[in-house]
């Protein structure tokens, strides 16, 4: 294995809470937003594969992309509740594979993220899961602030 065993375990499970979530939003409801500057709800949650499938993906293997245009190309951008799931579990097994794929000091190389910023390839991935968790938390508002429970990600939730 390569040393990322932990992270892919992590984000793999925090991608099927992004997954869930999205699968949860009432397609009348795909583009609330608690406030206009605000991403719209399916939005927040298709914002993350989009990062993982464009710019990390790309990123550790040494490909070209436009950032931030990629967030804001419309051909990235899932048409419903259930594609928005579908990108999450996708770009997440592609990101899987590739990282699987890799040579055991895989995590130590330096990768050149945006604007020139030069960083191991495991702190890239460990910025992404964090990103990746705040946007669930995110997620969980907006649900919330339209009256459903969100899916429970600890296992001890109650939803009274």
Excluded at 74 to 98: G, T
Excluded at 137 to 148: F, P
């Amino acid at each position: 294995m390569n040393g990322l065993e932990t992270y892919i375990m992590k984000q793999g499970a925090v991608v099927e809470h992004l997954a869930a979530a999205a699968e949860q939003i009432p397609p009348d409801k795909a583009t609330w937003r608690p406030y206009p500057k605000a991403l719209p709800w399916m939005a927040l949650i298709d914002h993350t594969s989009i990062g993982r499938r464009i710019m990390v993906l790309k990123t550790l293997k040494g490909e070209p992309f436009d950032f931030p245009g990629c967030f804001f190309d419309p051909a990235n951008h899932s048409k419903s509740p259930q594609e928005a799931a579908q990108a999450q579990r996708e770009s997440w097994a592609a990101l899987k594979s590739f990282l699987e794929s890799q040579p055991a000091d895989f995590a130590a190389r330096e990768v050149m993220f945006t604007k020139g910023r030069k960083m191991k390839a495991e702190q890239l991935l460990w910025f992404a899961y964090e990103e990746n968790v705040h946007h669930r938390g995110q997620a969980w508002i907006y649900a919330r602030m339209n009256g459903l429970t969100p899916p429970a990600i600890w296992g001890t939730e109650r939803p009274d």
